[in-house]
């Protein structure tokens, strides 16, 4: 089994001492962030099993974090929270948590709660290799889990078939696909008489939408197919 790597994330030191009684009682490396800035950094430089939010009061933002860390990354999110109302709760679980835990409950408790949603994510991560987002530095992030693209911190919205040419392409940096290859990977049949013109299209579709926000990813290698050119290369 993978080491368990853990982040926890918090505005204060509460992130911090929760942490260090985290790693007396369970066998985890358990890093810190006290900013979302730092937590996304570690997030795309590091691979983690689970973030754990520690919140202090119940505020918009939180959810606006958790909801951000939901479109950058797959990993699991577990609050530890005061006690709140049942609509502050179900804010966070709209927002994109996977559970939580009162900050009076006892560790050995978040420890179990802890290890039981990382074996589902490690076991899920085995079934389908696919469950990882794409992060091509801190331009852009492909997460195919919920279906999002991220371009300098802004969503671009696609088609289902946009997307899954997008993400196809992009798992393969630089390598080129030929139309008939695409259409077989996409839309799982053999190039028809229409099929050539289909693909064509979408792909127009997608180029163009990724001109509008200034980036040239989609490559066209005139005779052959297209490629994906990463921005500066995947992390």
């Given at each position: 089994m993978l080491s368990k790597r853990i982040l926890a994330i918090g505005d204060d030191l509460t992130a911090f001492q929760f942490a260090k009684k985290f790693m007396q009682n369970a066998s985890a490396d358990v890093s810190y962030a006290m900013s979302v800035k730092e937590a996304l950094n570690l997030l795309l430089s590091s691979e983690y099993c689970l973030v754990i939010m520690c919140i202090q009061s119940f505020e918009k933002h939180n959810a606006e974090i958790i909801r951000l860390i939901r479109e950058t990354s797959p990993l699991p999110i577990m609050a530890i929270v005061p006690k709140l109302s049942v609509s502050e709760k179900i804010s966070l679980f709209h927002a994109g948590i996977n559970a939580y835990l009162e900050q009076s409950v006892n560790i050995s408790i978040c420890v179990a709660q802890a290890n039981s949603l990382i074996q589902?994510?490690?076991?899920?991560?085995?079934?389908?290799?696919?469950?990882?987002?794409?992060?091509?530095?801190?331009?852009?992030?492909?997460?195919?889990?919920?279906?999002?693209?991220?371009?300098?911190?802004?969503?671009?919205?696609l088609t289902r078939t946009e997307f899954d040419l997008l993400y196809y392409m992009a798992s393969h940096p630089s390598q080129i696909f030929t139309r008939q290859q695409l259409y077989r990977q996409i839309w799982g049949d053999d190039l028809g008489i229409n099929g050539e013109n289909t693909v064509r299209s979408h792909i127009g579709n997608?180029?163009?939408?990724?001109?509008?926000?200034?980036?040239?990813?989609?490559?066209?290698?005139?005779?052959?197919?297209?490629k994906f050119l990463p921005p500066t290369g995947k992390k």
């Open positions: 589902l994510y490690l076991d899920a991560k085995k079934a389908d290799n696919k469950i990882y987002p794409l992060v091509f530095e801190t331009e852009l992030i492909i997460n195919p889990i919920y279906r999002h693209v991220i371009i300098g911190g802004e969503p671009l919205e997608l180029y163009k939408k990724l001109a509008d926000v200034g980036k040239n990813y989609i490559q066209n290698s005139r005779g052959v197919g297209y």
